[in-house]
């Protein structure tokens, strides 16, 4: 929840943390928004601040640190679209300079900054939401409401097969396909299945044809606390058959089954697809549910209490594949716990850690209290 000054009446002015691709990408949707105000781009790079704010034609403010620039142009709002090394000292600077933040995913590097963005959210009293983009689509919700008509879930799944080729870091990465593109599914797995991960199984592999130094293709399944199961199988280094980049879904439920293909609506095994409804969609949705929550006082989707346990799956898969063995969420969650206790360097976060019960237990707490309708 924000803080207790009075909620902004008109556009809400924002400064844009983040000038590389990313961060064109939410500058584009900031200006195409009527109810945002972008006032300032910042960038430790001043250069590409200016080559970003230039290519909006109006005379957008720069600087190198997104606080200072906030305070210069009276923005309210930061938008955090830096690369993940940077969430955490970024949003933690915004949060205690009274601005709301809206995140690009991950929230964070690892499990541990998160905790502690949650708790320095908590203890700031600010709203700090990150944008998990595929899960602001029309048809997922359609999907969520097809499976909720077909009572418990047994299983889903989903297939994901690319062969993008990037260069660059990604190409470098040990876990490319977990770390880099997996949290989208996972995340909407949470959501379609309304349930939290309990334990994660993965193996990865790379192909003797892959271009990726680490492993390209991975397996996991996650035990939810439903009694679902949810079966990720994906690969970056898969030629031909290509999938949507949303991928291919399929739920079995407890009265039948329905479909995704992660492009059109979902089909149901039985009777016609019902249309889906039109809504904005990707980070222009997440955009508009960020400014609705700074007016309204509401708790988004995407809350950081909420957004975290989609990270901890990331985490417990790549640790499964390195270890070969079974993984517990808790124990994603309590060595992050651990780790973010020891490591905290603002005391009153620090102390907000040291008085949860249990990481998961406080992450509960909030996302359980969230009210916002869906787009």
């Known amino acids: 929840m924000s803080g207790a000054d009075p909620r902004p009446a008109g556009p809400l002015p924002v400064v844009l943390a983040g000038a590389g691709n990313m961060g064109r990408a939410w500058c584009a949707a900031i200006e195409d928004d009527p109810g945002v105000e972008l006032t300032g781009i910042a960038d430790i790079d001043r250069t590409s601040a200016r080559a970003a704010a230039t290519a909006t034609g109006r005379d957008v403010a720069v600087g190198t640190d997104a606080v200072e620039l906030a305070a210069a142009t009276g923005a309210r709002a930061v938008v955090d679209a830096t ?24 929230v964070a590097e690892t499990v541990a900054q998160a905790l502690s963005l949650a708790a320095a959210a908590q203890v700031s009293g600010r709203l700090f939401m990150v944008s998990q983009s595929r899960r602001w689509n029309p048809q997922l919700f359609a999907l969520r409401a097809m499976a909720a008509d077909l009572g418990a879930a047994g299983t889903l799944t989903t297939g994901f097969f690319r062969a993008p080729r990037f260069g660059g870091f990604r190409e470098e990465m040990a876990h490319p396909l977990l770390v880099d593109m997996a949290i989208h599914a996972f995340d909407a797995a949470r959501f379609l299945l309304d349930a939290e991960p309990v334990s994660a199984y993965c193996e990865t592999h790379n192909p003797p044809w892959s271009w990726y130094a680490g492993d390209a293709s991975a397996t996991a399944v996650f035990a939810m606390d439903s009694g679902a199961r949810y079966t990720y199988t994906g690969s970056w280094c898969a030629p031909g058959a290509q999938t949507s980049w949303n991928g291919e879904w399929r739920l079995s439920a407890q009265r039948g089954a329905v479909r995704w293909d992660g492009d059109h609506e979902p089909v149901p095994d039985t ?37 975290v346990p989609s990270l901890a799956m990331v985490e417990a898969a790549v640790r499964s594949a390195r270890t070969g063995r079974r993984v517990l969420i808790d124990d994603v969650l309590d060595g992050a716990h651990a780790e973010a206790l020891r490591t905290e360097p603002h005391p009153d976060v620090r102390a907000a850690l040291a008085g949860w019960p249990s990481a998961r237990e406080a992450l509960a707490r909030v996302r359980d209290a969230r009210t916002a309708a869906p787009p």
């Not at 690369?83 to 991950?106: I, Q, R, S």
């Not at 039109?278 to 960020?290: D, E, T």
């Open 83 to 106: 690369v993940p090394a940077a969430h955490h000292p970024v949003t933690t600077a915004a949060l205690f300079a009274g601005l709301d933040v809206l995140g690009e995913k991950p």
């Open 271 to 307: 009777g016609p697809a019902p249309p889906v409804a039109a809504a904005p969609s990707g980070i222009a949705a997440a955009l508009r549910a960020f400014t609705d929550a700074v007016r309204t006082g509401a708790t988004p989707m995407g809350e950081v209490h909420e957004n």
